[in-house]
């Protein structure tokens, strides 16, 4: 798979090499926080840069600016969609970038269907639609997401074993709160779910899905501001090129 920038995030690069000026010696007027210029963050491999348009008159799509969606279902979502789960704004996302997307100890879910995902995304993320989490523990699909975010599938697991783990994990003893019937989340990678905007419900259902089959909330990060606050922020947006693992998933919203 490859990937470019959405069209208009960095004109000002563009305009740079056109005009012969470097981009690396440009100066920047619009860090990307106090004492950051811009990161790299791993996007499909490879290392991408997130920084904000220096385009002093730059504007957002009309769609972006919107004020008002019909609710429901557009309606706006709580800053915290279930208990446990931290809300992060997009200094907390740059963080995770680094210090999680990075490392590989992180991963950054784009919730919406691959229909919005391929318009426009932030790098780092990988699309895995909400609606995959709406699926039974036992399906083959959620199988495939929670393996990918560190999961190990658990066999064979009788009733009499449950209800011992159970115990032990009230108990405070060993691992076993991360133990479900059909899951282990000990190796559990911290993500991050993000969607349209605070009036987007695709990464809050996601959120209730993890939530709902068993994934730790403490391991769980929620950017409410999503695709709307990044793109009025004039942060980086990736167009990816080529079909995403989970591309074949349905459902629908904006």
């Not at 309606?75 to 490392?103: L, R, S, W």
């Not at 066999?155 to 003893?173: C, H, L, P, T």
């Not at 709902?212 to 942060?235: A, N």
């Amino acid at each position: 798979m490859g990937i470019r920038l959405a069209s208009g995030v960095s004109r000002w690069v563009i305009a740079a090499v056109l005009t012969g000026v470097s981009t690396s010696a440009a100066a920047v007027d619009v860090k990307l926080t106090s004492n950051k210029d811009f990161i790299q963050v791993k996007h499909e491999g490879k290392m991408v840069k997130v920084e904000r348009n220096q385009d002093l008159n730059h504007h957002v799509d009309a769609f972006w600016a919107k004020t008002s969606r019909k609710c429901p279902p557009f309606c706006i979502q709580p800053d915290t969609p279930a208990e446990g789960v931290t809300h992060v704004g997009e200094y907390e996302v740059i963080e995770f970038m680094t210090e999680k997307v990075n490392p590989g100890s992180g991963v950054m879910i784009d919730a919406r269907v691959p229909s919005w995902h391929k318009k426009g995304t932030i790098p780092g993320s990988v699309n895995i639609p909400f609606t995959v989490f709406d699926k039974l523990p036992t399906d083959p699909e959620l199988g495939k997401a929670l393996t990918y975010l560190g999961a190990t599938r658990r066999e064979g697991v009788g009733s009499f074993m449950r209800g011992v783990e159970k115990q032990m994990a009230k108990m405070g003893i060993g691992d076993n709160e991360y133990l479900t019937g059909y899951w282990d989340f000990t190796n559990a990678k911290d993500v991050l779910l993000w969607c349209n905007g605070p009036w987007c419900g695709q990464s809050p259902r996601a959120i209730h899905g993890l939530v709902k089959v068993g994934y730790p909330t403490e391991k769980i990060f929620y950017y409410r501001g999503g695709m709307q606050s990044w793109e009025m922020l004039g942060l980086t947006v990736l167009i990816p090129e080529g079909e995403g693992m989970f591309a074949n998933a349905g459902g629908g919203g904006e």
